[in-house]
């Protein structure tokens, strides 16, 4: 699976737009962008993903370059329950269980009142 | 609504003591997985299974091992507790059909071993 890189904190103000980069420049075609977040005390929680079109869905969009080297998540309305490590993953779908999530460090994104 | 479950939030146990971990979904899924997180490590797999009483290691399986005797259910065993499996242990379930992109995840476990 390719690597993904992340920068290790963010702040964002309450009410604005979060933008998450992640940077992933060994992506392989068949492997999708996948990204999910863990809230304090909490078990991860997918949020969206893409393959090379941008997604958006009630959670959040996802923006990835067209040369696919690195995406965006982008929070429209960040609120104080979006604070919480956000973690970018590369990987493909297929190949079932052995075709395993790898979980960095994410990034920690607080959001401000 | 996919719903994954674990026995407790919160376990204390001494060292040497056997220490079950069990995790039940409820969405007739295939895959099931065992992941301990710790600070600076991100999540780490340990095990995971594609069937029932089929299983395979993940990164870090040493000192553990697990059981799935039914699709719902899927457990992890410590065998001889140590002070470095004090972590956070979080399940998952993912279906295996193909394309699948969702792993859910519980709510995980703070096990700490005295």
Redo the contacts between chains.
């Keep these: 699976d390719a690597k993904t890189t992340q920068p290790p904190s963010m702040d964002c103000a309450e009410g604005r737009a979060a933008n998450l980069p992640c940077n992933h420049s060994t992506i392989s075609g068949n492997e999708?962008v996948?990204w999910y977040r863990q809230i304090h005390?909490?078990?991860?929680?997918?949020i969206i993903?893409g393959l090379k079109n941008n997604e958006t869905n009630e959670m959040a969009s996802l923006i990835i370059t067209e040369d696919r080297k690195s995406s965006t998540l982008i929070l429209p309305h960040a609120t104080l329950r979006d604070t919480a490590v956000y973690?970018c993953i590369v990987r493909s779908?297929?190949g079932?269980?052995?075709n395993?999530?790898i979980?960095?460090?994410?990034t920690l994104l607080a959001v401000q009142p | 609504d996919v719903k994954?479950t674990q026995s407790s939030r919160y376990l204390v146990k001494r060292t040497g003591e056997k220490v079950f971990l069990e995790c039940v979904q409820d969405m007739d899924h295939?895959?099931m997985?065992w992941?301990r997180q710790d600070p600076?490590?991100?999540?780490r797999?340990i095990y995971?299974?594609?069937d029932v009483k089929m299983k395979?290691k993940?990164d870090i399986p040493e000192g553990y091992s697990v059981s799935r005797e039914k699709k719902e259910r899927f457990s992890l065993i410590l065998e001889s507790a140590s002070t470095n499996q004090t972590s956070m242990y979080?399940?998952?379930s993912?279906p295996?059909s193909?394309?699948?992109?969702?792993?859910?995840?519980?709510?995980?476990t703070r096990l700490t071993v005295t």
């Excluded at chain 1, 005390?41 to 997918?46: A, E, I, M, R």
């Excluded at chain 1, 979980?103 to 994410?106: I, S």
């Design positions: 999708y996948y005390s909490q078990g991860p929680q997918y993903h973690y779908p297929y079932g269980a052995t395993k999530l979980f960095g460090t994410g | 994954v295939e895959n997985f992941y600076g490590l991100g999540l797999l995971f299974s594609y395979e993940g979080l399940c998952a993912s295996e193909a394309g699948a992109h969702e792993q859910y995840f519980g709510p995980g």
